[in-house]
């Protein structure tokens, strides 16, 4: 069965870290790109970050250059998303999701997890 299963999001005050991870299985990941999407309550969904197959290439959305890293293992079938000095902006439902390549269609979704940054 294929799945992509987010974890990691919660309750975090500004400033603060998360570790999200996106698990897969039913697929041969290492042969597709993972994306990091986000859909705040009324705006549009972004993403995030994107990173290839082999992991040598990643890009990320402007606002969170320098905050956010995301990351890959290929041998665990995970994807990763480091989160840091986060920002009540950056509040949403964050997703994975898997493409052949960054930048084209996206083919598989998580069910997304709920990240809130609030003092």
């Known amino acids: 069965q294929l799945q992509l299963v987010e974890s990691g999001g919660g309750l975090v005050q500004p400033g603060g870290s998360l570790r999200l991870s996106c698990a897969a299985s039913g697929f041969t990941f290492y042969d597709y790109a993972i994306g990091w999407f986000r859909q705040a309550p009324g705006k549009e969904r972004e993403v995030v970050s994107c990173i290839n197959s082999s992991g040598s290439s990643t890009r990320y959305l402007d606002s969170v250059k320098g905050r956010f890293t995301i990351s890959r293992d290929n041998a665990r079938n995970t994807a990763y998303l480091q989160m840091n000095s986060l920002k009540p902006e950056d509040t949403a439902v964050y997703h994975c999701?898997?493409?052949?390549?960054?930048?084209?269609?996206?083919?598989?979704w998580g069910q997304g997890t709920q990240v809130t940054v609030s003092s």
């Open positions: 999701a898997a493409a052949p390549e960054c930048g084209t269609g996206y083919d598989f």
